[in-house]
């Protein structure tokens, strides 16, 4: 009976080893790989939720990027247009000069002069707000950038904000004589207008970005929890398996030990 005994004890002791082994080998496959997943049979369901979590953070960082490219552009723009906003001052300023009755005819001269300088920059600017070769100044449904991912859901955010035009409607004899005031006005308010419609896109699209970033910082913790390895779990998990692989030497010498003793001792 006792040889019966010890016989069965060896090979349940070799069969858990065997078992402590394999899980062994996993923990430190896991620790040196920083993975939950190593093998093709290791949590298929969690397997599935990763690639398709990777999918998606791949994917909406380049949607982030997109939204910073329209910040960037939109930035661009408001910047042009303020320029064009300051024409305009300098015209009402010199509208100013031309109702001075001591201003000469040799001032107004230069007044003309310098009225045709600054629609040809108004144009010149007005023309030229573009980013990366890409209208801004143009129909908002023209220019258009997508944020966010294809796999998690995408959102469209509209970067155009209206053509500026080809310059200052006010006559540059009207400035010398002072009565330019009417189409300043109407001059003022026309880019006033895409001023504040550019502005507005530039808060959305800065809000989409911070979104964006938002998302994906999200997206990479919730990967990381079906991802990655929990470090100091998997260490503990090393260690006890560790001390129960040495205490299943001592035992798996026990039991063979039995039946050699049950052996010498027939053999007596």
């Not at 408001?78 to 305009?88: E, K, P, T």
């Not at 507005?200 to 910082?217: D, F, R």
């Not at 929890?225 to 260690?239: I, K």
Request: aromatic share 4%; proline share 1%; net charge negative.
């Amino acid at each position: 009976m006792a040889t019966l005994n010890a016989h069965g004890s060896f090979y349940r002791i070799q069969d858990n080893m065997s078992r402590v082994q394999q899980d062994l080998g996993s923990s430190m496959q896991r620790l040196s790989s920083g993975l939950k997943n190593i093998s093709a049979g290791t949590r298929p369901g969690d397997v599935a939720i990763v690639k398709s979590m990777e999918a998606g953070i791949a994917t909406l960082e380049y949607g982030k990027m997109n939204a910073d490219a329209g910040v960037a552009a939109l930035e661009m723009a408001v910047a042009d247009l303020s320029r064009l906003s300051d024409i305009i001052t300098r015209l009402y300023e010199m509208n100013q000069i031309g109702a001075n009755p001591f201003t000469t005819t040799d001032d107004k001269a230069m007044l003309k002069v310098e009225v045709a300088d600054l629609k040809a920059e108004y144009g010149l600017v007005g023309n030229n707000i573009k980013y990366r070769n890409v209208d801004l100044a143009t129909a908002a449904t023209n220019v258009v950038i997508e944020v966010g991912s294809k796999v998690f859901g995408t959102v469209t955010a509209e970067l155009g904000f209206g053509a500026v035009g080809a310059g200052p409607t006010v006559l540059d004899t009207a400035i010398t004589a002072g009565s330019g005031s009417t189409a300043l006005t109407v001059d003022k308010l026309a880019v006033d207008t895409l001023r504040l419609q550019a502005a507005s896109q530039y808060n959305l699209a800065a809000w989409h970005a911070m979104h964006a970033s938002n998302h994906l910082s999200a997206s990479k913790l919730e990967l990381g929890n079906y991802r990655d390895v929990d470090f100091a779990a998997e260490t503990s998990e090393l260690a006890k398996n560790q001390i129960i692989a040495q205490a299943g030497t001592a035992m798996l010498a026990q039991a063979n030990a039995q039946g050699q003793g049950v052996l010498a001792l027939l053999q007596t």
